[in-house]
């Protein structure tokens, strides 16, 4: 799905949120191995003429608590960081709608706000890109900027490694807290991610979130090269990064009216 996402922003040269869930359905269709359980049934939503930004909402509102804050969107995000890293506002804007295709809580929303805000303070060299990340998301749900300032203060050197107790379910808050820890933290990219399939449970989801964190914390140099050659589109991503880092991208008209619709502005 992150394919998805960074061939639509290449392709396109702008987000558009059409084509990036037509491209998940696409994908979909072509029988993944492995798919989460909101994402394929907004999928299929989608598939059968649902609207883009009707479907993950409408199946977000009949879902009970416990269940519509996965951590599904947020693995998915990062190539959105490279494309909007000189436009922050932007970003946000951008990581909470494509969220909302299949992950419409704000959690999730905002959960990819504040990775993607990170990624691209990253990238740009800021001091603290958590704390600024945190500074450009101050809408998000409380509960989750609590779980993100717990790493930024161990980052900063203001609490303890003992201060946080790492959960490795596929919730939303606190996949992104262990990826952001295991990400900032560690002394190497190899580092953090085994560190963070080493927490178990939902690695794969937590490895991406950390994995993304360390890319732009260490560079694509310091990625292992018996990782990458075992990655068959490995050569095409390389590719996407560079042409992404390079682009202009746009919000259209639609989007602007979409988000100033207030039909993403939900409640946790």
């Known amino acids: 799905m992150a394919l998805c996402i960074a061939r639509s922003l290449v392709e396109l040269g702008c987000f558009d949120p ?4 037509d491209r998940f359905v696409e994908w979909y269709q072509s029988g993944p191995f492995d798919i989460g359980i909101l994402t394929s049934t907004v999928l299929r939503r989608l598939r059968d003429g649902d609207a883009w930004d009707e479907a993950g909402i409408d199946e977000w509102k009949h879902l009970p608590e416990g269940s519509n804050a996965g951590n ?18 932007e970003l946000v804007t951008v990581s909470r ?11 999730c929303q905002w959960g990819c706000g504040i990775l993607n805000a990170t990624l691209a303070g990253l990238l740009t060299g800021a001091d603290q890109p958590l704390a600024s990340a945190l500074e450009l998301t101050t809408d998000a749900p409380a509960e989750l900027r609590s779980a993100c ?5 161990i980052v900063e050197g203001s609490e303890s490694v003992g201060d946080i107790d790492l959960a490795n379910s596929g919730y939303v808050v606190t ?21 963070a399939v080493m927490l178990g449970g939902d690695t794969d989801t937590i490895a991406a979130v950390a994995g993304a964190v360390a890319g732009a ?5 310091e990625l292992p090269d018996r990782w990458l050659q075992a990655i068959d589109e490995t ?9 992404l880092e390079m682009m202009d991208v746009s919000l259209p008209a639609p989007v602007v009216e979409s988000l100033s619709s ?3 502005d939900l409640q946790a």
């Open 235 to 243: 050569d095409e991503i390389t590719n996407l990064g560079r042409r």
């Open 175 to 195: 996949t992104l807290q262990a990826g952001l820890y295991h990400g900032l933290t560690a002394e190497s990219a190899e580092g953090a991610l085994v560190d």
């Open 72 to 89: 599904g969107s947020v693995m998915r995000c990062a190539p959105y960081a490279i494309a909007f890293a000189g436009n922050p506002d």
């Open 262 to 264: 207030g039909k993403f």
């Open 149 to 153: 300032e717990t790493v930024q203060a």
């Open 18 to 21: 059409d084509d990036v869930a």
């Open 97 to 107: 709608i494509s969220s909302a295709i299949t992950h419409a809580d704000p959690r």
């Open 217 to 221: 914390r260490f560079g694509a140099s």
